[in-house]
């Protein structure tokens, strides 16, 4: 395969975890609020404002705060007290400031690559304040040339920034976890996707098995694997 012009990478969950941190959260915050509600309604409850709310809110710590904040007020129809809407807002404080651990093999991959000379982006979507706080705590940002932070990852945000950088789709290398975010839209875009899945993915995130059919992309087991791609 050619060189590539420009190499992107995904950040939650491709070069740290981070839904793992929500996911424990909302389960806290579940065993806290079982009086009103069990955890199976809470969380039914909590995913269908989520979807509701995401065009207003968008993602990250701040939006499930929100978002669980009017769950809890619509379970109890206005009944939630108010420390227990400050257990909530503590709970989202802590997803703003977890400590970053990497991924295996993180530093190891950008090292090599950069040492090849091929520029480097980090692409996540997300909170801007949130997302440059995540970077700046991983230790990262020296690794890479650009940063783009934005509010939705689709066909036509990848094309604006394929736009901005002069690269061609064939030239750009896409790689993260999400097939919804990362892998899908830069695939139909006809640019080359690398799959890295994680453990664990948020509902949202999730995709049906017919929407990847016939989807041209690479999946790797771990992040090391993508060097013989590149």
């Not at 640019?191 to 059919?213: G, K, L, M, N, S």
Request: with cysteine; net charge negative; proline share 5%.
């Amino acid at each position: 395969m050619p060189t590539p012009q420009l190499i992107a990478f995904d950040a939650d969950d491709t070069l740290w975890p981070n839904q793992p941190h929500f996911d424990q959260a909302e389960a806290e915050l579940s065993g806290l609020l079982t009086h009103y509600a069990n955890p199976d309604i809470l969380s039914s409850r909590f995913n269908e404002v989520h979807r509701q709310n995401v065009h207003l809110f968008g993602y990250g710590a701040k939006s499930f705060m929100l978002c669980m904040i009017e769950t809890v007020i619509q379970l109890t129809d206005g009944r939630v007290t108010g420390t227990e809407i400050q257990q909530i807002l503590d709970s989202g404080k802590q997803l703003l400031r977890f400590p970053i651990e990497l991924l295996p093999h993180v530093e190891a991959v950008l090292t090599e690559l950069k040492a090849r000379g091929i520029p480097l982006m980090l692409l996540t979507k997300g909170d801007l304040f949130d997302q440059e706080s995540k970077l700046a705590r991983s230790g990262l940002g020296d690794y890479f040339d650009y940063v783009e932070i934005v509010s939705e990852k689709n066909e036509s945000s990848y094309q604006r920034i394929l736009s901005r950088y002069q690269v061609r789709p064939e030239d750009f290398v896409m790689i993260g976890n999400s097939l919804k975010s990362d892998i899908l839209p830069v695939a139909r875009l006809g640019a080359r996707a690398i799959h890295v899945p994680f453990y664990t993915t948020w509902i949202y995130e999730q995709v049906p098995a017919e929407e990847v059919a016939g989807v041209t992309f690479q999946e790797v087991a771990t992040l090391d694997e993508v060097l013989r791609y590149l």
